[in-house]
């Protein structure tokens, strides 16, 4: 009886990190509980999938043009050679899609058809710098990083300057390159070692700080990335994250589509997968 009790107790410490080991990874969500990945379509027409807007039509950029191919696969493209490459595209309204030129400095306005709307020189914008990021902003118009004066602004379509922020290195510590920024749910959202977050009047809200890659996605309080084969979902609001686990490695590129689909993009073909478990 007395060995039983001593072989017991020589296993404790075995048992008690095998159970901080199981509570931890589920609060954290390394351990996936019915975690599972179901394949919905594979496209391999999809080499440079940028995003999918609310119609369901889906966008890459290939050597410098937009395509847009709707969901009965009508292709529709897009190019201005005379600015160079288009470089990103904001399709947050098909309406007004935004399509980046990043050597020059220029955004185009295009219609649901990729027909200009509206084309912005990076002189209308600002005299003594040009813009290396733009997004949507959902009061019909854009907003507009400019590196060298480390400035963000609004503009109308037309275009107009609605709002332009102080010198934000003089009271931030924001020196990098600016790799991402998006607008979402009354925030604006800047990627530059770390998310630096703004109200819709360009005034400095909050910092994230251990996010390091600028391949993000925003959705309501969640802040989606990808390291290897693993997604994680950061509730900035309640100061959480999430992880899944992915049935793909290598992927390039990726796009979650509602709260149970995502796209991943690999060397080979897009493939949509729907997840047993929600993201948020």
Not at 158 to 167: A, L, Y
Not at 235 to 257: G, R, T, Y
Request: aromatic share 18%.
């Amino acid at each position: 009886m007395l060995m039983k009790s001593l072989h017991f107790w020589t296993k404790l410490p075995l048992l008690a990190f095998l159970a901080c080991w199981v509570y931890l990874s589920m609060h954290t969500g390394l351990f996936a509980q019915g975690q599972n990945f179901i394949l919905v379509n594979e496209y391999f027409s999809f080499k440079n999938f940028v995003s999918e807007d609310i119609l369901g039509n889906k966008y890459t950029i290939e050597k410098g043009q937009l395509n847009k191919i709707t969901p009965n696969f009508k292709v529709i493209s897009y190019s201005n050679p005379q600015y160079g490459s288009v470089s990103d595209v904001d399709v947050s309204d098909p309406l007004n899609i935004l399509a980046f030129f990043s050597d020059f400095g220029s955004v185009a306005v295009l219609d649901a058809n990729l027909s200009e709307k509206k084309f912005i020189t990076a002189h209308e914008l600002m005299d003594d710098d040009l813009p290396s990021q733009v997004c949507f902003s959902a009061r019909q118009g854009f907003w507009a990083f400019f590196p060298n004066v480390f400035r963000l602004a609004r503009y109308s379509f037309k275009p107009t300057r609605e709002i332009v922020s102080d010198d934000l290195s003089l009271n931030h510590d924001l020196r990098g390159d600016v790799l991402f920024m998006q607008e979402e749910n009354d925030h604006l959202f800047l990627f530059s070692n770390g998310i630096w977050v703004f109200d819709l009047y360009a005034n400095f809200l909050f910092y994230i700080q251990h996010i390091h890659t600028p391949h993000l996605q925003i959705k309501e309080s969640n802040i989606f990335y990808i390291k290897e084969n693993q997604l994680f979902i950061y509730d900035f609001f309640l100061a959480e994250e999430d992880v899944f686990l992915l049935p793909q490695n290598k992927i390039k590129e990726f796009w979650v589509k509602n709260n149970q689909t995502i796209y991943l993009q690999t060397d080979v073909s897009l493939l949509e997968y729907k997840s047993s478990r929600k993201f948020y």
